[in-house]
């Protein structure tokens, strides 16, 4: 069992629905990302959180750490909305600064 | 800069040729990390430098593969004697320190022949 998982691992949407991709944990952290990658590979950061909720835009990202559960939502989705989503854990301080990354959602939101 | 760079883009290997992918990170950032990603596959860690320091390497798979930061700032990704396992893309990040936000390179696509 990977450390970091992601459902679903392909979502196709129509533009304007509202989306959610979760992302489940098993260790502990100290903060989780949400990157975004276009095709051609290149990554963003979308958030970093380590308790709560956070908006930017149309993007709202949560997470629940007692239950080591996170979501990503997409409001009014939009075509570029299209692109590979990651979530990213970072264990507790004691281990470093690595990422461990789940496997991606693939989304793709058609006009 | 204005962001992480990575240079080449694109790099073709044949089988047992050494290759050299570099990485500039955001001037300043402390801390820089190099992830190899497969085809289909989410990012994984391959090193970790705090300055000029590497302070954790465990995720080097061989001792085929090599990295330093010499002088804090630029960082190298060194392959010897490429196999085809090692097609992937590899991306640098830096931070600003150990826990901060990290911001990606675009990326080195590898294709060993």
């Known amino acids: 069992k990977n450390e970091v998982e992601q459902s679903p691992q392909n979502l196709t949407a129509q533009e304007g629905e509202f989306i959610t991709i979760n992302c489940s944990y098993s260790v502990g952290i100290s903060a989780l990302h949400w990157l975004q990658q276009h095709p051609g590979g290149g990554i963003v950061s979308l958030f970093m959180?380590?308790?709560g909720k956070k908006k930017h835009g149309r993007l709202i990202a949560t997470i629940n750490i007692q239950e080591k559960h996170s979501s990503l939502h997409i409001t009014a989705s939009h075509p570029r909305d299209s692109a590979v989503y990651i979530c990213a854990v970072r264990s507790g301080e004691t281990s470093g600064s690595r990422l461990t990354f789940g496997e991606g959602t693939q989304l793709t939101v058609n006009p | 800069g204005a962001g992480v760079s990575q240079s080449p883009r694109y790099k073709v290997a044949k089988r047992g040729q050494d290759v050299a992918l570099r990485c500039d990170p955001i001037?300043?950032?402390?801390?820089l990390f190099w992830y190899q990603q497969a085809l289909g596959q989410g990012p994984e860690f391959l090193t970790y430098f705090q300055n000029e320091a590497q302070l954790d390497k465990s995720g080097l798979p061989s001792d085929r593969f090599f990295a330093e930061r010499p002088e804090g700032s630029v960082s190298t990704l060194k392959i010897q004697r490429t196999q085809q396992e090692d097609s992937a893309v590899y991306l640098c990040?830096?931070?600003?320190?150990?826990?901060?936000?990290?911001?990606f390179g675009p990326g080195t696509r590898l294709t060993v022949l």
């Open positions: 959180l380590s308790s």
């Open positions: 990040a830096s931070s600003l320190h150990r826990l901060g936000e990290q911001f």
């Open positions: 001037s300043g950032h402390v801390s």
